[in-house]
């Protein structure tokens, strides 16, 4: 198994540009995250997926869309690309159903806007 | 109070300590516990689970004290290798639950 996968792992964007970031996991997961870190903070969960077809919000959702057809893929929309969406995006998945319930990450992307 | 809060270190320690983390937390219901790993530009990953009994894995010790809402972990032995930052997750509440928030973690660097 691949686990969880992610792409690109590096992307410089201009303002005002929109890009959208690939996360895919072949272990059969309900449950799908995509976290935002930025320099010395924790992760923050910006939307997630309990099931396709299923998504909300999480912490910091603003300037972020998600979809969910598979349960297979999670990709992640940036729509008009600022400086503050400089970060690292991690995508996650786990088994879903309750507690405990470890999440498994991809490699990250490492975005930059500038 | 923030919701999970560590030490953010740095703790520099010679090869062959033991060094210990704690963390707090803020929601009384939290029922999961975890310790992550995570290595520098790399992705978090799952180091132990904390268990109300407290549980051992190898050279690493977890403790979860429900009554101060304070979790621990002890790394005996260290090695050159255990050098990362160790974050603390802890689990939402409710509707929530599988929900995880973590703490901004604690930087180790083992020392030869």
């Known amino acids: 198994n691949a686990g969880v996968t992610q792409t690109p792992k590096f992307r410089i964007l201009k303002i005002g540009q929109s890009m959208t970031l690939q996360c895919a996991q072949d272990m059969n997961h309900n449950y799908m995250y995509w976290y935002r870190q930025d320099p010395g903070m924790g992760l923050k969960l910006i939307y997630y997926?309990?099931?396709?077809?299923?998504?909300d919000k999480g912490e910091v959702p603003n300037g972020y869309n998600v979809s969910r057809s598979t349960t297979e893929d999670f990709p992640l929309r940036l729509e008009l690309a600022a400086p503050s969406q400089t970060s690292v995006y991690f995508c996650?998945?786990?088994?879903?159903?309750?507690?405990?319930?470890?999440?498994?990450f991809g490699p990250g992307t490492r975005l930059t806007v500038l | 109070r923030k919701e999970v809060e560590q030490d953010p270190g740095p703790f520099n320690v010679p090869e062959g300590a033991t060094v210990a983390f704690n963390c707090t937390y803020s929601n009384s219901a939290s029922q999961s516990f975890f310790w992550y790993r995570q290595d520098c530009r790399k992705e978090p990953k799952l180091l132990m689970s904390?268990?109300?009994s407290g549980n051992e894995d190898g050279r690493f010790t977890a403790q979860l004290n429900r009554a101060s809402q304070y979790i621990s972990l002890l790394i005996r032995d260290s090695k050159l290798s255990d050098s990362a930052t160790y974050l603390c997750v802890v689990n939402g509440v409710g509707a929530g639950s599988y929900q995880l928030t973590f703490g901004k973690g604690t930087k180790l660097s083992v020392i030869p």
């Open positions: 904390v268990y109300s």
């Open positions: 997926s309990v099931g396709a077809g299923i998504t």
């Open positions: 996650a998945s786990s088994v879903g159903g309750g507690p405990p319930d470890t999440q498994y």
